[in-house]
């Protein structure tokens, strides 16, 4: 593991729905090369990816759960108006992995990205429930229940910093490792074919305009080859495993070069 005298190094996981598989990948390269964050951040999936890690999950533990993850299991329909799905599973999930869990109780410092629709900034949890800060990262608009405080309207980060480096960085890493899940959103010619489809596309080109900001602050940025592969469809989750770690390994020269 990374020690005395060697960089400190951060990892910055970024947004992407169900692409987050590619996380896990990105987690078990770093493994096996033996190299440990000092901080991560994470944005919408790679926030949840990233409070696992951080409370101490292997990859091989995240990858284990993850894939028995079904979509029926996390939301449910509910017709409210700032929403269309309440995420009463995916919050239940969290709290059991976490077993309830606060950020500061992490054994990796940690920060989850969200944005206040009532302000319109970006708002960093560094602190308090990893239930409530991982639903606030995730809650895509339109389809998830905002998390709703006193003050605030909290939904997905992507929509002003889908891979925040600059979080990471300023959390104290010398090295900022970013994996950026939205490379190809841009070049996409296929038709959406539902609700569904339509939001997440939608947010996935939020997610590649938005993300510029924190990339600027990475030292070495990983983006998986995730083309053809959706935001929603559960199917191809151990290819995007695999697609992750390859990525990852293919900066491993770099990073290791880098941080010694």
Same mark, same amino acid.
């Given at each position: 593991?990374?020690?005395i ?29 033996d ?5 991560v ?29 079904e ?15 309440k ?5 239940d999930?969290? /709290?059991?992995? @976490?077993?309830?869990?606060h950020?500061e +109780? ?5 920060? #989850?990205?969200? *944005?206040?629709? %009532? ?16 639903l606030?990262?995730c ?16 939904? /997905?980060?992507? @929509?002003?910093?889908a891979?925040?480096? +600059? ?5 104290? #890493?010398?090295? *900022?490792?970013? %994996? ?11 038709r ?35 083309k ?33």
């Amino acid at each position: 593991m990374l020690g005395i005298g060697k960089k400190v190094m951060g990892l910055a996981l970024g947004g992407g729905a169900v692409r987050g598989f590619a996380h896990i990948g990105v987690l078990k390269a770093l493994a096996e090369a033996d190299i440990k964050p000092h901080y991560v951040a994470g944005t919408s999936v790679g926030s949840l990816i990233g409070a696992l890690y951080c409370a101490g999950h292997s990859w091989s533990e995240i990858e284990e759960k993850a894939v028995r993850i079904e979509w029926k299991d996390l939301v449910k329909p509910t017709f409210p108006k700032l929403g269309v799905v309440k995420p009463d599973g995916l919050r239940d999930m969290i /709290d059991e992995l @976490v077993e309830g869990r606060h950020i500061e +109780d992490l054994e990796i410092p940690y920060a #989850a990205v969200a *944005v206040d629709l %009532v302000s319109a900034t970006e708002v960093v949890f560094e602190s308090g429930p990893i239930s409530t800060a991982v639903l606030a990262s995730c809650s895509i608009p339109g389809i998830f229940v905002p998390v709703e405080t006193e003050d605030a309207v909290l939904v /997905d980060g992507g @929509v002003l910093n889908a891979v925040p480096a +600059d979080v990471v960085k300023r959390m104290g #890493a010398e090295y *900022v490792v970013a %994996v950026d899940l939205n490379a190809d959103a841009q070049g996409s010619r296929e038709r959406p074919d539902s609700i569904l489809d339509v939001t997440a596309r939608s947010m996935a080109l939020f997610m590649n305009a938005t993300a510029s900001k924190g990339l600027s602050y990475a030292d070495c940025v990983v983006q998986p080859d995730l083309k053809g592969f959706s935001y929603h469809d559960m199917s191809n989750r151990e290819e995007m495993v695999r697609r992750g770690e390859t990525a990852m390994k293919h900066a491993l020269s770099k990073v290791q070069r880098r941080i010694k």
